[in-house]
């Protein structure tokens, strides 16, 4: 996880710092957004797909479902819970308008624009989880054994991310945060996040 962090500490840093003639209105002719991508937590990783809609300057408000990639039992361990399916909702506020010099103004033309931005998230969860338990047998011997169960979830989370926009139509962008399950039976029910995605502007 720091390594995240060090990597957007210098991606901001670079974008911070250009002078602000380079930085423009962002492209509201744009409002809607399509976008699919991978969430990656400490759980599992998912595929995630959703709309995007920019409802002011700063803006904007995101509906997304994930599905896990892996099959059942590719995650199961002693006591280790597994996200299966999920539903959020996003609210996204973008701190500057979109900056035309950019991190990648090294390799590609002044076609591509960056905004930062802060998420909070509030999601639903169907998450398994794989128990291992011991009981004595009719002998007195232990027997180790092991349950699998299924629960819903509330998760609030929060984090913070870069956007990059690419001829006002393609995006990319990637963020990193921490959140938590509300209503886990696990006594250790905070995770972090790593999320990246593409989508299509229309």
């Known amino acids: 996880m720091k390594y995240l962090i060090y990597f957007y500490l210098l991606t901001c840093g670079?974008?911070?710092g250009q002078n602000s003639s380079s930085i423009e209105k962002p492209h509201l002719e744009n409002r809607n957004e399509i976008f699919i991508g991978s969430n990656i937590s400490r759980y599992n990783s998912m595929t995630e797909i959703g709309y995007e809609f920019q409802s002011s300057d700063h803006f904007s408000l995101i509906a997304s479902a994930t599905i896990?990639?892996?099959p059942d039992d590719f995650y199961y361990n002693d006591d280790l819970e597994k996200n299966?399916?999920?539903?959020?909702?996003k609210g996204r506020y973008y701190f500057k308008y979109f900056i035309t010099h950019s991190l990648f103004y090294l390799f590609?033309?002044?076609n591509i624009k960056v905004r930062h931005f802060t998420?909070?998230?509030?999601?639903?969860?169907?998450?398994s989880r794989m128990i291992s338990y011991r009981y004595l047998d009719n002998n007195n011997d232990y027997v180790l054994d092991?349950?699998?169960t299924n629960e819903n979830n509330v998760m609030l989370s929060a984090g913070?991310?870069?956007?990059y926009l690419l001829d006002k139509k393609f995006s990319f962008d990637y963020s990193f945060g921490i959140g938590n399950h509300v209503f886990s039976k696990k006594p250790d029910t905070v995770f972090g996040y790593f999320k990246m995605g593409v989508g299509y502007r229309f």
């Open 84 to 89: 299966k399916f999920g539903l959020n909702l």
């Open 119 to 127: 998420e909070g998230v509030l999601g639903y969860g169907y998450n």
């Open 68 to 70: 896990s990639l892996f």
């Open 146 to 148: 092991r349950k699998k």
């Open 14 to 16: 670079m974008v911070m």
């Open 160 to 163: 913070v991310g870069t956007k």
């Open 108 to 110: 590609f033309d002044n």
